[in-house]
């Protein structure tokens, strides 16, 4: 799943000061698994900004809908009969999500609700962790299936650093070493010389390098 | 040009090595950085140059190390990958060989969140461990790790550090000898408190062989103060300093806990010199370089030996 995190009241209000009319769009699959910007929170957001602006005497109409997906030309399309009501959308989508919609209306003003967090975990009620920086060459089953490109704090692939303390990361001591992890698993799967292998450097340019990735199938397309 | 560094000679005579750290100043003056290795200078066989220590920006590693060399001690480069990828670490050794800088030590490096830049983008392209096995490669091979040839070797004497202290301590050893593999030729390690500890470390490391394959120094940080040593003891991760050694400094008024230090640190070399399979000390005793001298003086290891390097 991808997280995101509603922006703070004032960056938003900033956001559409210029704007008179403002449809607030959600997106019903990550970010409403998120708890940050499904149909719940459309709805929340939308009387909070109806709310203040009355408090603060200002003309606004705020519209509300939320899409399946943001992400999808064909639940994009279904915010075309909505647009001609409103001067900006203020989406709560993913950047992904936002972009999408931004590329398929180029004459409309497409504002970001949230901040795009990480690919993520949903551990419990409230509780969301970054488990994947989608580097495009999984490793996980020599890592014992824990990350260390996402999450150790200095993406090493050779063991742990030296700073560890009882198991937690001394960069976010609330944080568990993954290489902690990674060893404590190993020895219980007695597969501890997995851990004797030099794994060389990281091929980056499957991951970034090269600027935005694509996938393309040819098996998928019509 | 001499093939060896004066470490890898005094090492491979088979002499009890001493070295020693050197930080490099916050700022372009290497006034400071020239002072403290005058006091060094002479009584340790290589001087250690720190990679922007805790990832707090200072005068860098190459340059400090090019002062050093030209001033007549033997640097070891400290190179971290925490601030520069393949191309310029690669770079850099390149840089190294060809002002005659011999040793270099590979580290990962402290994360920035603890320097004075923690809205740095962190780097680590590699880690310690693969830039050990470039630089090797490099050496040994004439490669660059993306493979293509370079005209002339760089020669480097490689080392790594470990610390027998941090967890999962079952793994350390190990976790040398991957080091070890990866070509390793020295070690320095975490600076040593917990004696009994480092003991139990070393069996294991001798246990794997592994003080055969690479010369181990133990570091050293001499105590100047009560006060830091609880700062090391609660502050700074992967250190181990026992509470029998805080006591110890808290015990002594504030005048002579210097001293007590100094004692503390005596105490632990003779106590290091009788471990079986160790090479060496390394003294990192950061901003009170003119202990050094002392340290070394009153442990019996001067002069330090003067060794063939070799053409």
């Known amino acids: 799943m991808i997280t995101g995190t509603r922006k703070p009241m004032e960056e938003i209000r900033a956001m559409i000061a210029p704007f008179g009319r403002v449809l607030v769009a959600g997106c019903g699959t990550c970010v409403a698994e998120c708890a940050s910007g499904g149909e719940k929170e459309v709805a929340l957001l939308a009387s909070q900004l109806r709310m203040d602006a009355k408090l603060r005497k200002i003309s606004l109409e705020v519209g509300e809908i939320t899409l399946d997906r943001q992400c999808v030309y064909e639940f994009i399309d279904q915010l075309t009969p909505f647009l001609e009501n409103y001067d900006a959308v203020l989406s709560l989508a993913c950047g992904a999500g936002v972009q999408a919609v931004a590329e398929v209306f180029p004459q409309w003003v497409i504002l970001p609700g949230l901040d795009t967090g990480f690919l993520g975990e949903t551990r419990e009620a409230g509780l969301w962790l970054e488990n994947c920086r989608g580097c495009g060459e999984c490793r996980l089953h020599l890592f014992a299936g824990v990350c260390p490109i996402t999450r150790c704090a200095k993406r090493l692939f050779n063991g742990p650093c030296g700073g560890s303390r009882a198991g937690q990361c001394e960069v976010s001591p609330e944080v568990q070493c993954a290489w902690h992890l990674i060893l404590e698993r190993l020895e219980r799967q007695g597969r501890m010389d997995c851990l004797e292998e030099i794994y060389p450097p990281c091929d980056w340019s499957r991951h970034q390098g090269r600027g935005p990735r694509k996938i393309q199938r040819e098996d998928q397309r019509a | ?311």
């Open chain 2, 1 to 311: 040009m001499k093939h060896r560094s004066n470490l890898q000679a005094v090492l491979e005579g088979a002499h009890f090595a001493v070295t020693a750290e050197c930080g490099p100043p916050r700022g372009a003056d290497s006034q400071a950085l020239r002072e403290k290795a005058q006091i060094l200078k002479g009584c340790v066989d290589a001087v250690n140059v720190t990679d922007n220590q805790t990832a707090v920006v200072r005068l860098c590693s190459l340059a400090s190390c090019a002062i050093l060399k030209e001033m007549g001690l033997d640097p070891v480069l400290q190179m971290t990958t925490r601030d520069r990828n393949r191309i310029a670490l690669q770079s850099d050794l390149l840089g190294a060989s060809a002002l005659g800088i011999r040793n270099v030590l590979c580290l990962s490096g402290d994360h920035v969140c603890f320097g004075s830049e923690p809205q740095a983008m962190g780097v680590f392209d590699l880690d310690s461990i693969q830039l050990l096995y470039a630089a090797r490669t490099m050496r040994d091979q004439g490669k660059f790790i993306g493979g293509g040839a370079l005209s002339d070797p760089p020669k480097l004497f490689l080392g790594a550090v470990e610390n027998p202290f941090a967890d999962p301590l079952g793994f350390r050893a190990r976790r040398l000898a991957k080091k070890v593999a990866a070509g390793a030729q020295f070690i320095q390690t975490q600076c040593i408190y917990n004696l009994e500890r480092f003991r139990e470390w070393m069996k294991q490391v001798r246990d794997l062989g592994l003080d055969q394959k690479t010369h181990i120094l133990a570091g050293l940080t001499p105590l100047k103060s009560a006060r830091m040593a609880r700062y090391m003891k609660e502050k700074v991760a992967g250190m181990d300093l026992p509470d029998a050694i805080l006591e110890r400094m808290e015990k002594v008024p504030a005048s002579k806990q210097t001293q007590e230090g100094i004692k503390i640190a005596l105490e632990t070399i003779e106590a290091l010199r009788e471990i079986p399979g160790l090479r060496g000390i390394h003294i990192m005793a950061v901003e009170w370089e003119q202990v050094v001298p002392q340290l070394v003086a009153d442990s019996g290891l001067l002069p330090r030996p003067s060794v063939d390097r070799g053409q």
